[in-house]
């Protein structure tokens, strides 16, 4: 069923800016059979192609998700959407999807021991908030290394490759926000 509302969203963004399969993967880096696939819902994409997509789209991730309403949402922590991401070690949940309405997302992480994750830039003057709930996280953003202690709250330029990695033998626990800038949809 994801698959078939990724697909939708895929190919209703693409024809609302009349771009065509082949400008779709030029912008993406995604094949143009992968990006036919994925909008006939006859596949569906990793978490990287899904990230590459909505960067080349300049589109929040949690587009291709979202249930476009405006209403107050109450989420159950237990109730999470997961997003696969590939990784044993790493757990991505959505929390709350981007909507058109707004200009954020935000989603609850959970790193393993020794585990990593990369992520690439987002779309210019996006910006990230990470809330540390369990654990210790080391960013490296750039060239510069962050330790981020439980309790702490980091926020950073989202618009550079960034990754995320717990050095420990616990388990990290965060929430992760991003913030996109307000014309995001045009």
Known sequence: ???KVIGMRLKKIREERGYSLEKVSELTGVSKPSI????RGLTS??????WKIATGLSVPI???FSEFKTA???VN???????DSKDELVSISSIF?????DNFECFYLELAANANRVSQAHVKGSKELIFILEGQLTMLLGEERIVCKENACLKFDANIAHTYFN???AKVRGISVMIYPADIDR
């Open 72 to 74: 107050h949402t109450l």
């Open 1 to 3: 069923m994801i698959s």
């Open 97 to 101: 999807s981007w909507l058109p309405t």
């Open 45 to 50: 994409p990793s978490i990287d192609s899904l």
């Open 62 to 64: 949690s587009y291709f």
């Open 77 to 83: 922590m237990d109730e999470l959407t997961k997003i």
């Open 36 to 39: 036919n696939n994925i909008e």
């Open 167 to 169: 050095e420990t033998d």
